[in-house]
């Protein structure tokens, strides 16, 4: 989906939707952050492909915890 990006873009675009997804769950726009969280799934999943393609060793677990999504 964002093949297109960097793997430093998606953790910059991830940084950013995390702190707006943040901001709408404060402000009670539960519809937004639930749009945003989409967005943010997307990412991580572009993310955990692209660093796993890079080094076979690495795992989708191994993304995860490095990356602090628990």
Do not use: H
């Not at 939707?17 to 999943?45: F, H, V, W």
Request: proline share 1%; charged share 25%; aromatic share 12%.
């Amino acid at each position: 989906m964002y093949n297109y990006l960097s793997i430093e873009q998606i953790r910059s675009a991830l940084d950013f939707l995390e702190s707006s997804y943040s901001k709408a769950m404060d402000g009670d726009a539960y519809g937004l952050a639930n749009a945003i969280l989409t967005k943010i799934d997307g990412l991580r999943e572009t993310l955990v492909a692209k660093i796993t393609a890079e080094d076979p060793y690495t795992t989708a677990a191994d993304v995860r915890y490095f990356e602090g999504w628990n």
